[in-house]
């Protein structure tokens, strides 16, 4: 696996977009409303992005992130070319799912979380492209 993405929490994502792109030299690679919220993704040197959440509904699941952690990483994303798999190997490690099964996320990707309750603190995301 490698990493895909730093998932960040934000209230304004184009000024983080446009803060990261002149820090990082990471132009937006993708831009879409999906789920509730405002995705951003820049694409960084090898492969790996950032991907920038900004609530637009109430009641999405990152705004009561906001609301109680205040902005930055949320969570870290790890490609597999076989999710399903990867999701089962965690299932054989003990580790609980918040998504049994993989589900659509941004950008067309199978998307799945893993409880940071059991990976010590840290919410991480499997995606497959
Ligand atoms: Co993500």
Redesign the pocket.
């Known amino acids: 696996m490698h990493v895909?993405?730093i998932?960040v929490a934000t209230a304004d994502a184009d000024a983080l977009a446009s803060l990261y792109g002149t820090l990082f030299d990471a132009p937006v690679a993708h831009e879409e409303a999906f789920d509730g919220l405002r995705f951003v993704f820049l694409e960084l040197d090898g492969g790996s992005y950032f991907?920038l959440?900004e609530p637009v509904d109430d009641d999405t699941q990152i705004g009561g992130y906001l609301d109680r952690e205040g902005p930055g990483i949320?969570?870290v994303?790890l490609a597999t070319e076989d999710i399903d798999a990867a999701l089962e190997t965690a299932r054989g490690a003990g580790v609980e799912l918040i998504d049994e099964e993989p589900r659509a996320?941004?950008w067309g990707h199978d998307?799945a979380f893993l409880h940071p309750t059991d990976t010590g603190g840290a919410l991480v995301?499997f995606?497959e492209h």
Do not use: M, P, Q
């Open positions: 895909d993405h998932g991907e959440l949320h969570h994303a996320g941004a998307i995301e995606v």
